[in-house]
Structure formats: C-alpha cells, structure tokens
C-alpha cells in the first residue's frame, strides 16, 4: 500500500492559495516586463538598421552624382524624400554611369515594408504604430513608435522620431546655403531632430 504525501492528504488553505496565486501572478509579470523589453529593442533595432541603410544609400548617390557631375541632384538632396533614393548609379562596363535598380549590398536600398508614403500634412496621432512616412510639407521623415514603454523623446504629443537629410559642406560663398561646385560636398547624413533614448 502506497503512502500519498501528507500535502495531498488535505485541502489547501486559503493562506496557502493566496500565496501560490500571487508567486504566480509574479512570474505571468516578470515575463511580461521581459518580453515588452525584448519587443522595445528589436524596435530600435529595426530602426537603426533602416537609418543606417539609408544613410549608406545616400552617400552611394551622392558619390555618383559628383562622378557624373550631377550638382543639380546633389544640391537638392536635403530637400527630398530620403526613402526616394530606390535607385543607385553604378558604372557599366565603358565606366559610363548608368542608373539601375539596386538588389542588395551596401550600395543598394529598398524601403522597409513599413514605410506608408508622403503626406502633405500628416496628424502623427492619426497614423498606425510602428510605420515610416514622409512630411512633404515640412520635409521630414517620420517613425512612429510602437513599443513605447522604453522610450523617451524631448519631443512632445505622439512618441515619435524625426528625420531630415543633411549634408555637410564647405560654404565658400559664404550664403549659408550648399550651391556645389563652389562649396565643396563633405558628406550627407540622415540626422535625429530630436534627442530620444531607448531605456533598454
């Protein structure tokens, strides 16, 4: 005849019962502040990831527009839709600049699934999380953030992140504007508007 254990012998009381629900309602917690913090940073992955391909595809542009001495498209870079740059100029086999579309690499750049369009005047409030746009209007490109338990922004209303295309020039003119050839190009960047932080 097999013993059972006394435990098993008797009902638990409702001390017991309290004490068991809470342990659990402990971990159901815990996992959850986990999973919220590995959600938040695969998001900040996501989004430093596009920044940087983006970045790299207007340097890309940039270098072939001064090869082909293309100071037009150079000097209007900074007002233009970042997420436009889908194509890159490679030279074919005469060395000839040729525009093609781009398939992967450093020197290619497709948008993220997750980019909408351009807006003329967009309500951030009304647009869906975790989605890119364009504000044609004031020349920005946009993320709204969705995991925003872990982020913080100096920028008020709807957690979101600003950016504009910047180029870094000499201005040898001295009109405070890029006006290439004269200004010498340095580099062009796709720059935060505004200080965040994801406590992660």
């Known amino acids: 005849m097999q013993l059972a254990p006394r435990w ?12 068991s629900v809470t342990i659990i309602m402990l971990f159901i917690g815990a996992f959850m502040q986990h999973m919220l ?5 695969a ?23 001064l ?10 870079m900074e007002n233009t839709n970042p ?6 100029v490679q030279p074919h086999n005469d060395s000839t600049p040729r525009r093609v579309q781009p398939k992967s690499g450093a020197a290619g ?37 969705r995991n925003t338990e872990f982020f913080s922004s100096d920028l008020t209303g709807v957690p979101r992140l600003r950016f504009r295309v910047k180029i870094d020039y000499i ?8 006006d290439p050839p004269a200004d010498k ?10 200080r965040y932080e994801w406590k992660t």
């Open 83 to 88: 997420m436009a740059v889908t194509e890159t």
């Open 67 to 76: 090869m082909r001495s293309d100071y037009r498209d150079l000097a209007i």
């Open 8 to 19: 098993l012998d008797r009902n638990l009381s409702r001390l017991e019962m309290i004490v």
């Open 43 to 65: 998001e900040r992955s996501m989004v430093n990831r596009t920044v940087t391909n983006i970045n790299t595809a207007l340097k890309y542009r940039a270098v072939f527009d």
């Open 171 to 178: 201005d040898s003119d001295g009109n405070g504007k890029f």
């Open 37 to 41: 913090i590995v959600f938040a940073r």
């Open 185 to 194: 190009y340095r580099s062009v960047q796709l720059q935060s508007m505004d």
């Open 109 to 145: 750049f497709s948008r993220p699934a997750n980019y909408i369009g351009e807006f003329a005047s967009p309500d951030p409030a009304a647009e869906p999380k975790g989605v890119w746009y364009y504000d044609t209007g004031k020349r920005q490109l946009v993320y709204i953030v």
